[in-house]
């Protein structure tokens, strides 16, 4: 009885941790050349699983910025410099707009599923 | 005999290298060689063949001519006084020599004029990006209070009453008349005609030797690198088609944070063109610098604090006085060759 509540404390515990890391993946977006790069492509939609997070890395030897004003979902990341990343996490199911302030030519569309 | 043959031998190597290491750290021993551009610089700075234009409004001769009678035609403000040439003056870097702009009633505006020269390759048109195209843009002034102050439904009628304007119209955009439409369409077309000409930097870049001076070649270099202007100024434009808050004096204008109000536009201007830059002193949305010293001083010092909004690229850059005469000397050298403009005769009344 008593191993049994373990084992399904246990079984809970893991099958919420698989559950977790199959789900919620992490996606690195580089900001490069002024543009969004996935995976060595510029892009400018994305989908992602809600709960899903996008780290912007910034590949570019100056600062960058990343923003979103939607109705969904707003942030400011600021302006960081090469090197650095920055973690957005994505909850909410919807399509929101993703852009550099500083220059504006970056865009992107992100659909959370 | 042989010991004193080495030892000579040593002694004249010991001489050469020394010069060479002297050759190496003087600062004129890159510019003295001239080794010209890299792949990298051709490929970065060489002015495109082509000049952008959207699908519904292709630049034909009879559209740049419309355009351009329309930009240099004072009746199309509602002094009948002032034209786009007024302050987009051809014979000023097509800008206006003027720290900010002066308009309707001679009442000074809060912006200077930007060139129009090379719009045809911005993203943003405006100090602070709020037309995203020439078509957008070109009506704004002729409404504008402070600039033409003309109604643009008083300005078609008047314009559909001269017959020469009925017949350019026609040629220009065949069945669809005089409208607001047409005429920013044809002024549009005759802005992206505005191009830069070759310049004795895009001669350099194309191997022309002695096409830029040594100052200017070694200008390029700081350029590049120590004073990173290339974090902003990039490409064969010079512009990031970004907008950066770069340290001038609090004027109360946000620029394009009042478009986008992201902290990091608070005080944020576009970046502007380079290219004939030397033509159009007074410098900055608010003509504060008169001169490309004033403005290299300016970046010397990082720029000057303002509403704790500072682009980080901006950094004291401890240039020397001979780098900084090498800058403003590179700067000339973006001067392209002089372009003649013919005035157009404007059409009238029977
Ligand atoms: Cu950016």
Known sequence: ?113 | MIEKLEFRAAKTLAVASSLFLVALLSPSFVAAKDMGPTAEDVEKYRRPMEIPQPKNNRMTPERIELGKVLFFDPRLSGSNFISCATCHNPALGWSDGQPTAVGHGMEVLGRSTPTILNTAYQRFQFWDGRARTLEKQALGPIEAEGEMFQALDDLIDELKAIPGYEDMFEHAYPGEGVSKKTIAKAISSFERSVVATESPFDRWLKGVKGAMNDSAIRGFQVFKGKANCVACHDGFNFSDNGFHNIGLPDNKDQGRFSIKPIKVLKGAFKTPTLRDVALTAPYMHNGQFNTLMEVVEHYNRGGDKNMGNLDPNMKKLGLSKKEKKDLVEFLHALIGDPQEVTVPTLPVKK
């Open chain 1, 1 to 113: 009885m008593k191993t049994a509540t373990i084992y399904n404390i246990l079984l809970v515990i893991t099958t919420t941790v698989l559950a977790l890391g199959a789900e919620a993946a992490e996606i690195t977006v580089l900001q490069q050349d002024k543009s969004f790069v996935k995976d060595g492509e510029q892009i400018e939609v994305l989908t992602v699983k809600a709960g899903d997070t996008i780290n912007f890395q910034n590949d570019d030897p100056f600062f960058h910025n990343v923003f979103c004003l939607s109705d969904l979902e707003t942030f400011d990341l600021g302006s960081y410099p090469k090197g650095e990343s920055k973690p957005v996490k994505f909850d909410k199911p919807g399509v929101v707009e993703v852009e550099c302030a500083i220059h504006p030519q970056m865009y992107m569309e992100v659909t959370v599923e």
